[in-house]
């Protein structure tokens, strides 16, 4: 997309980057609505695609049109280094039917699942207009060491429904540079000055006279590329729901790591988005609906919780022990004024799976914890004693 999409980004990426992004976000009653898009890099008029997404869709701040709008981009093609492995969107769905092409929610407009770009603003906005069955939470935690993202999404059944449900996590890329071979993008509006896209919306081709291949990213990048599917059972998701009842609940949880370049691309933690999903699966493409998802940006974990400040006027040399640990861990430390201490053990997301009071005898501390119901991975310990807290992260290996 044009530059105006870069510098967009830029903006935003400063902001959640300062203030560590999006830890937690929840569509909170409200329906969003998901476009799924087909393009690659030599569809000629894919450009047309990009620009009625980025002119009559995404939002852009205070010239934002629909700001539940959230926009996956599926590449296709054995030249497009963005194809996912399969091409698994574009063959055996039913949703496409040309490119660039789509589906807004996976669901029928005028009687179509599959719809060509023209339709795609006006199925949103219908779709927008909906009152949700599900609320989707999701919560995203990134390792700036390790480069590990870690997620928790959370559909919650707002009325009873009958049916089988799913729920899936993508991983998207924006700004992804055209400058390189495999991403060059093919452009029918390059030459040809009278030449306009189809979308009445839009107006004139923004690309007009740039070139029948792009190859400057300041010109044309590409956004919301769908980078890797998170679901384990299927394209349609991972199992959930079957005949729900308000206020039931189902959380899945997916890890992946970032890599550092993807096909000679650069993958930045800071242009990677995440998106929850819970949809139908009915017995045909035409009743796998998605009910509502949500978008955010990679959260970056405060490195600082990794070694936070050791220096406590009540507490002295606390110590883990073993760590890694299997069954249980011990924690010890010296008690400036012996009173009752809190230990908290908390996830890499931040849920508490462990809390514990210590009912001090001495100025000498020690605990011996049980690990029996806490599963592999990493965690992080508080013990909280006269007010202050000191934070000690350590690694469950059964």
């Not at 242009?271 to 949809?279: E, Q, R, S, Y």
């Not at 974990?301 to 009540?314: D, G, P, T, Y």
């Not at 012996?338 to 996830?347: N, R």
Request: proline share 3%; hydrophobic share 35%.
């Amino acid at each position: 997309m044009k530059l105006k999409s870069i510098l967009l980004l830029s903006a935003s990426v400063l902001i959640f980057g300062n203030s560590y992004g999006q830890s937690k976000v929840s569509t909170g009653g409200k329906k969003y609505t998901l476009l799924e898009e087909s393009t690659g890099t030599w569809c000629q008029w894919c450009t047309d695609g990009a620009q009625v997404i980025e002119a009559d869709i995404v939002p852009h701040g205070a010239d934002t049109n629909y700001p539940r709008a959230i926009i996956a981009s599926f590449h296709n093609g054995g030249s497009d280094l963005m194809t996912l492995p399969g091409d698994p969107f574009g063959t055996g769905t039913g949703f496409i039917s040309g490119w660039p092409g789509g589906t807004v929610d996976r669901a029928p407009y005028s009687g179509n699942v599959s719809l060509g770009r023209n339709s795609w603003e006006s199925a949103v906005i219908a779709r927008n207009g909906l009152t949700p069955n599900f609320d989707v939470s999701m919560e995203c935690v990134y390792n700036d060491s390790t480069r590990i993202l870690s997620i928790k999404v959370t559909a919650k059944a707002l009325v009873a429904l009958t049916g089988n449900y799913r729920m899936s996590a993508y991983i998207t890329q924006d700004s992804i540079p055209s400058n390189n071979s495999g991403y060059r993008q093919q452009n029918a509006s390059g030459l040809n000055a009278g030449t306009t896209p189809s979308s009445a919306n839009s107006g004139v081709s923004w690309y007009i006279g740039k070139g029948t291949t792009i190859a400057d990213s300041t010109v044309y990048s590409h956004m919301a590329v769908v980078r890797k599917i998170l679901a384990t059972d299927s394209l349609w998701g991972d199992a959930a729901f079957t005949n729900t009842t308000v206020g039931q609940t189902v959380t899945k949880t997916y890890t992946y790591t970032l890599p550092t370049t993807v096909n000679g691309s650069v993958f930045h933690s800071k242009a990677t988005k995440v998106i929850g999903l819970v949809m139908k699966y009915g017995s045909s493409t035409s009743d796998r609906a998605i009910e509502n998802s949500m978008e955010a940006r990679v959260r970056w974990m405060k490195k600082s919780v990794v070694n936070v400040n050791e220096v406590s006027k009540s507490m002295l040399d606390i110590r883990l022990f073993p760590n890694p640990a299997n069954n249980f861990i011990v924690v010890t430390g010296i008690l400036e004024n012996p009173s009752d201490t809190k230990i908290t053990i908390y996830d890499i997301l931040g849920q508490v799976v462990l809390q514990k009071d210590y009912k001090a005898g001495g100025s000498l501390f020690g605990e011996k914890i049980s690990l029996a119901n806490i599963s592999n991975g990493n965690y992080f310990m508080t013990i909280t004693n006269e007010g202050e807290t000191i934070t000690k992260q350590f690694v469950v290996a059964k």
